[in-house]
């Protein structure tokens, strides 16, 4: 069984930092795409960053410039690193990853982890 575990969230003040882990465990050859997701209450999920294997990454707009998004491949974890973190960015983050089995390629996704930004 092929799993996610996200943690690092938590409450913090605005300009303040955080620093989500993912991590993956179970039957896994290789792990393609890791990326964090957002989702704020009543609003969709979107993209917030992701890596590939080979750590060229993509980030949203709105998040360019304070969060980093970085992966050590024998640790099979991704990060996310956000700076300067601004009340709009109060949401459920979530991590995805694209990964090889012996026999298929899965997307995964990991439970969540809180994040809230307030003074």
């Known amino acids: 069984q092929v799993q996610l575990v996200e943690s690092g969230g938590g409450l913090v003040q605005p300009g303040g930092s955080l620093r989500l882990s993912c991590v993956a465990s179970?039957?896994?050859?290789?792990?393609?795409?890791m990326g964090w997701y957002r989702q704020a209450p009543g609003k969709e999920r979107e993209l917030v960053a992701s890596?590939?294997?080979?750590?060229?990454?993509t980030y949203a707009d709105s998040i360019k410039g304070r969060f980093t998004i970085s992966r050590d491949n024998a640790k099979k974890t991704a990060y996310l690193r956000m700076n300067s973190l601004k009340p709009e960015d109060t949401a459920v983050y979530y991590c995805?990853?694209?990964?090889?089995?012996?026999?298929?390629?899965?997307?995964?996704w990991g439970q969540g982890t809180q994040v809230t930004v307030s003074s």
């Open positions: 890596i590939s294997s080979g750590d060229s990454t």
């Open positions: 179970g039957n896994i050859v290789s792990i393609n795409v």
């Open positions: 995805n990853a694209e990964i090889w089995t012996t026999t298929e390629w899965l997307e995964i």
